[in-house]
């Protein structure tokens, strides 16, 4: 169906104070999702994935532990999620996800990022109506067929499959069907490398930006976020053209 989906980053910064939010983050979303599952992996598959992700991170290890080890002991703050929605530069359609411990300052730091950009953030249900809540499976291949019939035979609500001229294989289910199909694939193809293994918010219609000065500001308002604690994810529809 030629769908693309959106990387919530255009890059991964290299510097260390970088890496130190990247590690922060992992370890938030880590110690929330142990401390609501469980913290045996075995017994928990979301932060079975999630450890999964912060490992191709290049999370160390002892930041991990120290999360898990935290929620294991019942301790420390409890967090909500956050969800915010706007307009960014060039008129494209923005979420922002958050893990948030006090929502009136998330949503003051996020509205900020928002306003110093001329961007303009929006109430619940602004632009989430046109994007897809799915999950994303990217793995090397190039038989569609069989993935689908592995996938269709432990039951798998598939929504679509690509295939690209790279020998990489997307499939796409609803985010609801995410463990599921991802261990139906470690079951068929058990040395199963995957690229991307993620729920994400597809959109369904891109922007272009070309503009010089609004990639600019476009750079500007995902650095802004990024730089934010509380802030998990930023998906968008928009596509540099620089």
Known sequence: MGRAYQNRKE?????????????????????????????DP???????SLLDEAKKSQVPAHVIKKAIDKAEGGAGEDFDVARYEGYGPGNCMVIVDCLTDNPNRTFGDVRLCFTKTDCSIGTQGTVMHMFD???ILVFSGDDEDAVLEALLEADVDVTDIESSEDGYISVFTPHTEFHKAKQALQDVYTDIEFQVSEIQFVPQTTVDIS???????????????DELEDVQNVYHNAILQR
């Open 11 to 39: 890059s991964m910064a290299k510097t260390s104070d970088a890496n130190a939010r990247v590690y922060s983050k992992y370890s938030r979303k880590i110690y929330v999702c142990a401390k609501s599952g469980g913290t």
């Open 42 to 48: 075995d017994g928990n598959l979301e932060l079975r």
């Open 133 to 135: 809540h799915c999950a």
């Open 211 to 225: 503009d010089e000065e609004e990639i600019a500001r476009f750079d500007k308002f995902i650095d802004m976020l």
